[in-house]
């Protein structure tokens, strides 16, 4: 009959995992980091996103003309989805007022004469000032406002070149004599929330990741309970680490789980590349972002410090993430740093293999640098051992 013997380091890592489990039990605090958090800014990004595209954008007129030529363009405008005639006003002062007060985004200016010159077939135009001061609805504005004109303009003059003499399909290829066949690759519905669901939500699994493993490496060092901590695991680090770690990376794992289960079901994000490949770099990004906080404490033997660096860390890391702005198109200095974040080797997978559906070798480069951060991070344990087992350093807030 063979025996199976567990070895040493084996029971001691389950001596520490059952001495962190029993602390977990009774501190509410690793609950809201390691499950309760996660779960709860999901609904809340889900519900700041589920439009998927901004809609009913407030613009006040100024309809200086006030004829069914300029009328109908206003309800051409007020038809799209992205703009809302907010009110109709007499002067473009009143409406310079409704932008400061918040009340429109935009202003329409439609001068005097405009229907006379339509009706003549006279160059005329119409003016729109947005208020850029948010570049996404300025966007949206001026392309939804160029729509409606153009679709206007068009219409124009296809019944100038109808009542010409000219059949329909000739007044059309007069009026389009060149058109843009375009095609959207890997968002055709330009769904924002295809990328900032997708972004900011495993951004808070490595947010309650970092100041998890943060929060329960220091915790040992704030209440002086280190050296029971390392007993557990006969002094080995790396057998404390692991199983100190083990029980907030499988709930993290949880947090992944319906993560992916929202974006597939509930928001439609499409997964056209391997499944496998985007789970192993969710699982290297929870481990590297682990690893960077023994780099925090291990470096500030201070717990609150810690804490305030991994916030600011973690927030910096969706700014070089590529997805607000193009990586490519930042500074060199600025493409540099954007490497050591995480974060952004990870979205490098999960775009790739989740929208554009790129062969399974360009997530090698992005896994090896999660890798690497791991790395790092193993680079840093006698550093923290060294923390954990000084008395000075104990009890330190």
Same mark, same amino acid.
């Given at each position: 009959?063979?025996?199976w013997?567990?070895p040493?380091?084996?029971?001691?890592?389950f001596?520490?995992l059952?001495?962190?489990?029993?602390?977990?039990?009774g501190n509410?605090v690793?609950l809201f980091v390691?499950?309760?958090?996660?779960?709860?800014?999901?609904?809340?990004?889900?519900n700041?996103?589920?439009?998927?595209v901004p809609s009913?954008?407030?613009?006040?007129?100024?309809?200086s003309?006030n004829?069914?030529?300029?009328?109908?363009l206003?309800?051409?405008?007020?038809?799209?989805?992205?703009?809302?005639?907010y009110?109709?006003?007499?002067?473009?002062?009143?409406?310079n007022?409704?932008?400061?007060?918040?009340d429109?985004q935009?202003?329409?200016?439609?001068?005097?004469g405009?229907?006379?010159?339509?009706?003549?077939?006279e160059g005329?135009g119409?003016?729109?000032y947005?208020?850029?001061?948010?570049?996404l609805?300025?966007?949206?504005?001026?392309?939804?406002?160029?729509?409606?004109? +153009? &679709?206007?303009s068009t219409g /124009?003059?296809l019944? =100038? @070149?109808m009542?010409?003499?000219s059949?329909?399909?000739?007044a #059309?290829?007069?009026?389009?004599?060149?058109?843009?066949?375009?095609?959207?690759l890997?968002?055709?519905?330009?769904?924002?929330s295809y990328f900032l669901?997708?972004?900011l939500?495993?951004?808070?699994i490595?947010?309650?990741?970092?100041?998890?493993a943060?929060?329960a490496?220091?915790?040992?060092?704030r209440e002086?309970t280190?050296d029971?901590w390392m007993?557990?695991?006969?002094?080995?680090?790396?057998v404390?680490?692991t199983g100190?770690?083990?029980?907030?990376?499988l709930l993290?794992l949880?947090?992944?789980?319906v993560?992916?289960?929202?974006?597939?079901?509930?928001?439609?994000?499409?997964?056209?590349?391997?499944?496998? +490949? &985007?789970?192993?770099?969710? /699982?290297l990004?929870? =481990? @590297?972002?682990?690893?960077v906080?023994?780099?925090l404490?291990? #470096?500030?033997?201070n717990?609150r410090?810690?804490?305030?660096l991994?916030s600011a860390y973690?927030m910096?890391?969706f700014?070089?993430?590529?997805?607000?702005?193009?990586?490519l198109?930042?500074?060199?200095?600025a493409?540099?740093?954007?490497?050591?974040?995480?974060f952004?080797?990870?979205?490098r997978?999960f775009?790739?293999?989740?929208?554009r559906?790129?062969p399974?070798?360009t997530?090698?480069?992005?896994m090896?640098g999660?890798?690497?951060?791991i790395?790092?991070?193993?680079?840093?344990?006698?550093r923290?051992n060294?923390?954990?087992?000084?008395p000075?350093?104990?009890?330190?807030?």
């Amino acid at each position: 009959m063979i025996r199976w013997r567990i070895p040493e380091w084996g029971r001691a890592v389950f001596r520490v995992l059952r001495r962190e489990v029993s602390r977990f039990a009774g501190n509410k605090v690793y609950l809201f980091v390691s499950l309760t958090g996660p779960l709860l800014s999901f609904v809340l990004v889900v519900n700041i996103f589920i439009a998927g595209v901004p809609s009913g954008l407030p613009v006040a007129v100024v309809d200086s003309d006030n004829t069914s030529v300029s009328r109908q363009l206003v309800r051409m405008v007020d038809a799209t989805r992205t703009v809302r005639v907010y009110c109709k006003l007499s002067s473009l002062h009143e409406g310079n007022e409704a932008v400061l007060r918040g009340d429109a985004q935009a202003v329409l200016h439609i001068p005097a004469g405009f229907g006379k010159s339509v009706m003549k077939s006279e160059g005329s135009g119409v003016v729109l000032y947005i208020n850029n001061t948010n570049v996404l609805n300025g966007g949206l504005l001026q392309s939804a406002v160029l729509s409606a004109v +153009s &679709t206007y303009s068009t219409g /124009v003059k296809l019944q =100038i @070149a109808m009542k010409g003499g000219s059949a329909p399909e000739q007044a #059309l290829e007069q009026v389009y004599p060149l058109r843009l066949d375009t095609h959207e690759l890997f968002n055709p519905y330009i769904n924002y929330s295809y990328f900032l669901s997708s972004a900011l939500m495993p951004l808070l699994i490595a947010l309650f990741t970092l100041l998890g493993a943060i929060y329960a490496i220091g915790i040992e060092i704030r209440e002086g309970t280190s050296d029971g901590w390392m007993k557990a695991a006969n002094g080995s680090i790396m057998v404390a680490l692991t199983g100190k770690l083990v029980p907030y990376t499988l709930l993290m794992l949880v947090n992944v789980g319906v993560m992916h289960y929202i974006l597939a079901n509930y928001i439609g994000f499409p997964m056209k590349g391997w499944w496998g +490949s &985007t789970m192993a770099a969710q /699982v290297l990004m929870i =481990i @590297a972002y682990q690893m960077v906080a023994v780099v925090l404490v291990a #470096l500030t033997a201070n717990t609150r410090l810690s804490l305030s660096l991994a916030s600011a860390y973690s927030m910096m890391a969706f700014t070089y993430s590529g997805l607000t702005f193009p990586v490519l198109g930042m500074p060199l200095i600025a493409r540099i740093i954007a490497y050591i974040f995480p974060f952004y080797h990870w979205m490098r997978v999960f775009m790739g293999q989740s929208l554009r559906n790129e062969p399974l070798a360009t997530a090698v480069g992005p896994m090896l640098g999660l890798i690497a951060f791991i790395i790092i991070g193993i680079l840093f344990f006698p550093r923290l051992n060294y923390v954990l087992s000084e008395p000075r350093f104990q009890h330190r807030t």
